[in-house]
């Protein structure tokens, strides 16, 4: 009998003592799965706010960028305007129109101060090239007299040269990957077909735009 109560005394204990290893193994399943996926709401968290953080200076980036093109686009204008009267088509030969040439001068020393100040708020390297190679084409003609044996050209090329700079400030306002890349025209060259960029936009189709 007493044999009996022993051997149950001893299943009940080592039953008992299943249980609480059981239940504590559990807990600590429990503990560890818990502490995993705080770990993982933490990571996705930290993630997330990196993303944010990443797409908030995009967003100000190119918002900064975007000012500094309509700025520059701005000055570019009147530029544009002066070009097409710069040939005084009433000489004989053709030269320069010494009015024209004054409002050219001022619309470039208007641009020149960008390049001072507004450019550097552009993000893309090769928008601000372009905006460079441009004030120094343009002054090449004006100022070295480059290319002065085909002046209606060398006006022409520089016109369709800052419209397709224009082009390209309106891709960073827009956020539309830059016009292909295309090299400035050679003012000192002797054929006096006029410079066009390899990729001419659709809204170019004003004969003004290409004559």
């Known amino acids: 009998m007493s044999s009996s109560w022993s051997d149950l005394a001893v299943q009940a204990v080592g039953a008992l003592t299943g249980t609480i290893a059981g239940g504590a193994i559990?807990?600590?399943?429990?503990?560890?799965?818990?502490?995993?996926a705080i770990v993982a709401q933490t990571d996705l968290?930290?993630?997330?706010?990196?993303?944010d953080a990443r797409l908030a200076r995009v967003e100000r980036e190119h918002e900064r960028s975007s000012e500094a093109a309509r700025q520059l686009l701005e000055r570019l204008a009147d530029l544009h305007a002066w070009l097409p009267s710069l040939p005084d088509v009433a000489a004989e030969p053709p030269r320069l129109s010494a009015t024209a040439r004054d409002s050219c001068r001022?619309?470039?020393e208007s641009l020149r101060r960008g390049m001072h100040t507004e450019l550097f708020g552009i993000g893309q390297g090769e928008a601000r090239d372009r905006c460079r190679a441009l004030v120094k084409l343009t002054y090449d003609a004006g100022w070295r007299q480059e290319g002065q044996?085909?002046?209606?050209?060398?006006?022409?090329?520089?016109?369709?040269?800052?419209?397709y700079v224009q082009f390209s400030l309106e891709a960073v306002i827009d956020g539309?990957?830059?016009?292909?890349?295309?090299?400035?025209?050679?003012?000192?060259r002797d054929t006096p077909e006029m410079w066009l960029p390899p990729e001419i936009p659709g809204h170019w189709g004003d004969p003004a735009d290409l004559s």
């Not at 002046?151 to 016109?159: C, K, L, M, Y």
């Not at 539309?176 to 000192?188: D, G, I, K, M, N």
């Open 176 to 188: 539309r990957p830059l016009p292909s890349h295309a090299e400035p025209p050679v003012l000192e």
């Open 149 to 163: 044996d085909h002046p209606t050209r060398v006006v022409r090329d520089i016109r369709n040269c800052l419209r």
């Open 45 to 51: 968290a930290s993630a997330q706010q990196a993303a």
């Open 106 to 108: 001022t619309a470039m």
């Open 26 to 36: 559990t807990v600590l399943v429990a503990r560890w799965q818990t502490a995993k």
